[in-house]
């Protein structure tokens, strides 16, 4: 089944450590994002990818990178997490504006 | 400043009977929207969609209905069932291209059997 995957469904790092998620999909979209979730609310969009065109949040914090080898592949870097960056990190991929295809997230801690 | 507002953290509804969700927006521009469907420990899952130049759209026992005018949309689920229980999250966009998605906080939906 076409799909979003992302790994690992947890992770825990060290305040400070720097950390990677990763993304991959298998529906061939040429749009990846990557949203924060924090508890009760709004998924917020963090940046995203229009083939191989990045395209920052003006408010995302520069702790935060992504990359994008290729089509399938796109990763979330956090170069040193804080307490505050502990959430729930959602991929989703799009072909066109009409919907967007989730993973099912990863939650991260910081100790 | 929230641009997606859904006021409602929660609503329970007995099975059967209609569920409704709100969803508010106050950027004029947003001209498609999209309602999505979360489980615990799942990625939101796409539901039903609708674009400004419509009023309502049907997909089965989900309908979704815009009123621009009042920057307003809401989402009706009939009959509700117990596997609708999940929090629903509408998002909006504008025509700008850039294929971004403004979501709203999220109604958790408890549905009673």
């Known amino acids: 089944d076409a799909m979003v995957i992302q790994n690992p469904r947890y992770q825990v790092t060290q305040f400070g450590k720097p950390v990677t998620l990763s993304c991959s999909q298998t529906l061939n979209h040429n749009v990846m994002y990557w949203y924060q979730q924090k508890s009760s609310q709004a998924p917020k969009l963090l940046f995203h990818y229009y083939d191989k065109d990045f395209n920052n949040e003006a408010d995302t914090p520069d702790n935060f990178q992504s990359r994008r080898p290729n089509t399938s592949f796109c990763f979330l870097d956090i170069r040193s997490p804080g307490l505050g960056d502990a959430a729930m990190y959602l991929c989703a991929t799009s072909r066109s504006r009409v919907t967007q295809y989730f993973g099912p997230g990863t939650r991260l801690l910081v100790l | 400043d929230q641009q997606v507002k859904q006021n409602s953290p929660s609503l329970s509804v007995q099975e059967g009977r209609i569920s409704i969700l709100n969803c508010d927006y106050t950027n004029s521009m947003f001209d498609y929207f999209l309602w999505y469907k979360k489980y615990p420990a799942e990625g939101p899952t796409f539901l039903i969609s609708?674009?400004?130049?419509?009023d309502k759209n049907e997909d089965g026992r989900f309908t979704v209905f815009l009123n621009k005018s009042a920057k307003h949309l809401s989402l009706h689920i009939v009959p509700s069932q117990p596997g609708d229980s999940a929090v629903y999250f509408c998002a909006a966009s504008d025509g700008s291209g850039t294929y971004k998605y403004i979501f709203g906080t999220g109604t958790r939906l408890k549905v009673l059997a």
């Open positions: 609708i674009s400004s130049i419509k």
